[in-house]
């Protein structure tokens, strides 16, 4: 539930909100959408926010979806992230939420040095765009303490899991393209064999001839079958 505010918060506010030329009677509507609150944000934080990030939006879910974004890269890193039910208050332009959201920043701004602001973790913020830090609960022993935990969009785990699952594909088509190719080369292997062997007999009939047809009396015909035969135990051992 957003913190309602008293009369003087109230008032405060809209004093506030003058200084910065915003129309504290237009509220639900024009931040309904995070673009007026980012554009607010960029005046306050100039190396938090990247207006490129915020495209203005029509319907409830796409205003959502930039809400989702701005609460992600700019209000969990100066501590005031918020829950994904003020978010869709934000976005449906509930009469409360936005305000508190508001005076929230406002305080904020207040105790913040005016024109001394930490450029040292501005610089963070704008480094680490993609990455924040939460504190949670977690239980140490019998107690239950703070720790800072890092956190990313759902989307980029998203794309990481996917780029992941297409890099284990490749490899997969990879290694069955080299198996079959290996298998390729040892039957070439097996086949150069063979024919080196035919190639072998083939030499040794055609040098018999060649032989037998110079030396042409009956004393020095060579049986040519006897001598491939003895030629085959050679190739084969």
């Not at 909100?17 to 673009?35: M, T």
């Not at 509930?94 to 701004?109: N, R, V």
């Not at 490749?170 to 039957?187: C, P």
């Amino acid at each position: 539930m957003p913190k309602r505010l008293t009369d003087e918060e109230l008032s405060e506010l809209k004093n506030w909100l003058a200084d910065h030329q915003i129309n504290p009677n237009k509220l639900h509507r024009e931040f309904s959408d995070a673009v007026a609150f980012a554009n607010l944000l960029k005046k306050l934080y100039p190396k938090l926010i990247d207006l490129h990030n915020y495209p203005p939006r029509n319907n409830t879910q796409l205003k959502l979806n930039n809400w989702e974004t701005l609460n992600f890269k700019a209000l969990g890193k100066i501590g005031l992230q918020q829950t994904r039910d003020m978010l869709e208050k934000f976005a449906k332009g509930t009469p409360g939420a936005i305000e508190s959201l508001l005076y929230d920043i406002k305080m904020h701004d207040r105790n913040s040095i005016k024109g001394e602001r930490n450029d040292e973790q501005e610089q963070a913020w704008s480094e680490n765009d993609d990455i924040i830090v939460v504190n949670v609960n977690k239980k140490i022993g019998d107690a239950i303490v703070q720790v800072p935990q890092k956190m990313i969009l759902y989307s980029i785990y998203e794309q990481a899991l996917r780029d992941c699952q297409t890099k284990d594909s490749y490899l997969n088509s990879a290694n069955q393209k080299i198996a079959h190719l290996e298998n390729i080369l040892k039957l070439k292997a097996e086949r150069i064999d063979e024919l080196c062997g035919q190639l072998a007999k083939v030499s040794v009939r055609s040098l018999l001839k060649h032989h037998n047809l110079e030396n042409s009396s009956p004393n020095s015909l060579l049986n040519l079958d006897n001598i491939e035969n003895e030629t085959n135990i050679c190739l084969d051992f």
